[in-house]
């Protein structure tokens, strides 16, 4: 998909597909010590450790930690729409969503799966 390709080639590690807890993903918002941080959209989760923009303070902080995928699929960075559930957006705001896993998969490793997700298929 053009555009969506990496100025520079991302060597990625092969996806992982551990089970990660809502509480364990929680700690991964950059701000608790000793925690990775991740992002995670309709259900995989993405290791953005080490982009500022996703650190305390970073224009994207308010993903990390969480999944973000109403939020992205919105182009909104409210924190109340920072959260999973996206079935009942449009077809626009869909596309928009799965461009964003695009642009993720291609750059960030994937480190599981969110427990229990539900908002996984299309």
């Known amino acids: 998909m053009p555009g969506f390709e990496p100025k520079v080639k991302v060597d990625l590690d092969p996806p ?8 364990y993903l929680a700690k991964c918002n950059g701000k608790t010590e000793g925690y990775p941080t991740y992002v995670a959209i309709k259900g995989t ?3 953005v450790s080490g982009k500022d923009a996703y650190a305390p303070g970073g ?3 308010v993903f990390a930690g ?6 992205l699929a919105q182009s909104s960075l409210k924190e109340e729409e920072a959260r999973p559930d996206w079935y009942d957006l449009s077809d626009e705001h869909k596309k928009v969503l799965n461009d964003w896993f695009t642009f993720f998969s291609k750059r960030y490793n994937i480190k599981g799966k969110v427990e229990g997700a539900q908002n996984t298929g299309e």
């Open 16 to 23: 992982k597909d551990d089970i990660i807890s809502l509480d």
């Open 45 to 47: 989760v993405f290791d």
């Open 59 to 61: 224009s994207y902080a």
């Open 66 to 71: 969480k999944d973000a995928s109403r939020a």
